[in-house]
Structures are given as C-alpha cells and as structure tokens.
C-alpha cells in the first residue's frame, strides 16, 4: 500500500504499488485478501478507477482496507474478467451507473479521452432530479452528494460532462455511439426499456454492461460467478 487519503467525509483513496502489479482493462477487477488470516476466507472484489504507474480503489471508510497502514502488503488475483471494449467508430461515449459502481465508469471515461471521444456520464440514484454542472452549495453539504459530486470532480478527467438523475433521458440515448454501464441488475433492466423505447435500431455491441456477481475463486472453477445469457451460461471472472 503506498498510500491512503480521505477523499470526502465517507470515502478513502487507496493506492497500490508493486513493480509486479498486473495490466487491467477498465473494467477488469481485482480480488484482494483483506485480512492476513483465513476470516473471512474468500477475498473481495474491487474495480480499480485508475491504472497507471500504480493502481488506485476508491473504498468505502467501512471497508476492511480502510484499516490499512501505509506500507501494509497486499495479496492480490488480478486480472479478473473482461472488461469494457471501446468500439473504433465510437466518437460519443454514454455512460450510466449508481453511486456505487463509479470505479469502472471512472476509469472507462480516463482512457475514452485519451482516445479523443467525447464523453457523458449519468450516475443513478444519487436523487431524484437532473442536474449538471457544479454542486449546489447545500447538496455539498449531504452525505450522498459528498460521496457523488465530490468523487466526480475529483476523479473525472475536466472534460467529462456529468449528470444525475433517476432514469436515463431518451433524449440523451439518441446522442451515443456506445453506452457502457455498471450497476445492479434493476438497473439494466430499466435501461434496456429505456433503449428499447428509445431507439428504432440498436446496433451490434451498442450497449456494454459490466456483470458483477459472487466471485470466490477467480479461476472459473467452483461456477459462482456463472451468468445466464441470450448465448447460454458465461463466467464473469474469465
């Protein structure tokens, strides 16, 4: 661990270092023992937000990690899954998540701007209005814009427009070239009706979603993190 910061009054930045620290593709996710004994005994599952010269979690202050020292070693599987695919043709990036999935978004959105695509990010669940720009000066003071609007400014490259709001806008699903989203799995049902009504026609790969169950081994042995799809039974961790 070479370093951990308080990042708003709930959350806390952790970063990583090792000359052995594994590529991620945004998305991909990491499973880290957090205790140095076998209680609990299967490890927990992170999405990295940024991926550098060293790897960065953004955790909650509840979090085991949290009780972390600087310096403390780490015992890590990783990389776990497949992460987010930008198309070659995608010039206009939506992309739609909660509160509580912003790390793949976060990173998602650093590496679409290295590639000159321009981006919007809507974050679900946060409150029930729509609203863009900086945060309100009495939003600020509430815990969940905290946790919201501060992590964006933050973390989001300057470019990055931003919104919340409790359902995605037709307006704005006609706007992408691809949408990627993270989230429960309520919410990619709404946003499949949201498409669906939405849109005439939806081309290959327009929607990518990251699916995140159960994970315990990481090696797609023991079938926890199988998902049932249109194409029959995937691994979420392979």
């Known amino acids: 661990i070479a370093n951990l910061q308080p990042l708003t009054t709930n959350l806390q930045l952790l970063t990583l270092s090792s000359p052995d620290l594994p590529q991620l593709r945004s998305g991909q996710l ?20 940024a991926r550098t010269s060293t790897l960065d979690l953004l955790i909650a202050d509840t979090d085991p990690l949290a009780r972390k020292m600087r310096g403390d070693l780490l015992d890590l599987i990783a990389p776990i899954g497949n992460g987010f695919t930008l198309e070659a043709s995608t010039r206009r990036l939506l992309l739609v998540g909660d509160e509580a999935h912003l790390a793949p978004l976060i990173a998602l959105a650093h590496e679409a701007t290295q590639k000159q695509i321009a981006i919007t990010l809507l974050v ?86 990251i ?24 691994l979420a961790c392979v």
Do not use: K
Not at 30 to 49: E, G, K, Q
């Open 211 to 234: 699916a995140s169950p159960p994970m315990a081994c990481g090696f797609g042995a023991c079938l926890s993190c199988a998902v049932e799809t249109t194409r029959g039974v995937r």
């Open 30 to 49: 990491i499973l880290a023992r957090v205790n140095d004994s076998f209680d609990p005994y299967l490890r927990r599952a992170y999405f990295p937000h």
């Open 124 to 209: 679900q669940g946060i409150d029930g209005g729509r609203q863009t720009g900086p945060v309100p000066a009495e939003a600020a003071r509430t815990g969940r814009a905290d946790g919201g609007w501060r992590v964006l400014e933050r973390l989001l490259p300057l470019d990055v427009e931003y919104q919340f709001a409790s359902a995605v806008p037709a307006d704005l699903l006609r706007w992408p070239d691809q949408v990627c989203a993270a989230g429960p799995p309520a919410m990619y049902a709404q946003l499949r009706e949201r498409i669906t009504q939405a849109l005439l026609v939806i081309a290959n790969n327009f929607v990518q979603v």
